[in-house]
């Protein structure tokens, strides 16, 4: 039985795979079980950012799978403390809680939230406002907290405490904040929902808001986070700071790692034994993430990824203007959308038989997350395709 029977026949049925087993992968390339290669656009949903077996990740991973691969948070280990410290050093933060993934790592911040408040006695606050069009995972709290009814269906009664605003609409916000909320939770520039980034002047009227309030502001940056934008984390383009941020996806390169960062205020909700995880921070991904970590902080990486990511987007914006069946060109850095009148579904399953590979998310958009050491002339061939198909 071959891999895509096997999995279809003993695998649950939650995954509309596209009929293509992958068996090798290399920077910017992937190889399928015939031996045909495909310049990766997806990065496997914006994870491996450093590309695919990047060698100074793979020695990580070696050295450390070599040493020590897991003890628990019973004890301590030094790639977790480096990794939390180089975290703080690099951000507003002050203190890490690690997890396995983005969905764990935004449960870990909706759980803060509303501890913080508890342990101060304001039990009645402890409602949620996120944005409509989000994502915030799968899990029960976090599909709540997700501004999408498709990803709920099925799955009442949700949990209790969560309400959605439309997004880049701050009256809007302002209407449903009274003393019950804890926090606000939003994407700066969101995903799933469609790339589509924050309007600068809406997040520091966000910012300025919860301050007025007391209210903790929460950046999910699982996705737009770790360079994807063009700056170590989202927020720096907009130079809004959040009280708590959570990371995943790119931050092990492909090991599973989920990270909540959250100022030393924030972080006085949580005391001994209110929040834990067996796996979380592993001194096998979190040696990969801290490589990872040292590669997007190198001094022109974020400029190269910058000026790549303006490349690409004048080149899908010159589409535009040329074919009536592009609606829109949005985005940040390497995390690009170009949303089309209908079915992305075509356009995703034409460039895979020309050997790319990229997504669509909302029907209609195609969304663009590659390896962050794409080069332009890959670019440039993928535009040519997509020109032709258009
Ligand atoms: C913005 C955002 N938050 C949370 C998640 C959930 O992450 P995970 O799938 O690792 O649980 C995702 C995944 O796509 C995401 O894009």
Same mark, same amino acid.
């Given at each position: 039985m071959d891999s895509i029977k096997k999995t279809d026949n003993f695998v649950f049925q939650t995954y509309l795979r596209q009929g293509k087993a992958f068996v090798r992968g290399e920077g910017t390339s992937l190889w399928d079980e015939d031996g045909k290669e495909y310049i990766d656009f997806l990065a496997g949903i914006a994870v491996c950012s450093l590309g695919h077996c990047h060698p100074r990740i793979t020695e990580a991973i070696n050295r450390q799978a070599s040493t020590l691969v897991h003890v628990s948070n019973l004890f301590y280990t030094m790639p977790q403390a480096d990794l939390a410290s180089k975290l703080c050093e690099k951000s507003f933060a002050d203190r890490v809680f690690f997890a396995n993934s983005g969905a764990e790592a935004n449960e870990a911040a909706i759980k803060l939230s509303r501890r913080y408040f508890q342990k101060r006695g =304001?039990?009645?606050?402890?409602k949620i406002i996120t944005m409509e069009q989000s994502f915030h995972g799968r899990t029960m709290a976090t599909l709540t907290a997700t501004g999408q009814d498709k990803i709920k269906e099925g799955f009442y009664p949700l949990l209790e405490g969560f309400s959605y605003v439309p997004f880049n609409d701050i009256d809007a916000l302002k209407n449903e904040i009274d003393e019950t909320i804890c926090a606000v939770m939003l994407e700066p520039v969101q995903g799933e929902g469609g790339i589509i980034p924050a309007d600068p002047d809406y997040l520091k009227a966000v910012r300025d808001l919860c301050n007025d309030k007391g209210i903790l502001l929460i950046f999910d940056e699982i996705q737009c986070g770790m360079g994807r934008c063009g700056t170590l984390f989202a927020h720096e383009i907009y130079n809004v700071i959040p009280d708590i941020m959570t990371l995943a996806k790119a931050l092990g390169n492909g090991l599973p790692i989920g990270a909540m960062l959250a100022t030393q205020d924030a972080a006085t909700?949580? =005391?001994?034994?209110?929040h834990a995880t067996t796996f979380g921070g592993t001194p096998l991904a979190t040696a990969a993430a801290l490589e990872v970590v040292n590669i997007i902080s190198e001094e022109t990486f974020l400029d190269q990824v910058r000026q790549k990511g303006q490349y690409f987007k004048d080149k899908l914006e010159k589409l535009k203007e040329k074919h009536s069946r592009v609606v829109d060109v949005r985005g940040e850095g390497l995390l690009l959308g170009l949303e089309v009148d209908k079915d992305a579904g075509f356009f995703v399953g034409q460039l895979m038989k020309k050997g790319f590979i990229i997504n669509g998310i909302q029907d209609k958009v195609l969304r663009f997350a590659p390896p962050l050491i794409i080069e332009e002339k890959e670019i440039d061939r993928l535009i040519s395709v997509l020109d032709s198909l258009l």
């Open positions: =304001d039990k009645n606050r402890f909700g949580f =005391d001994f034994g209110s």
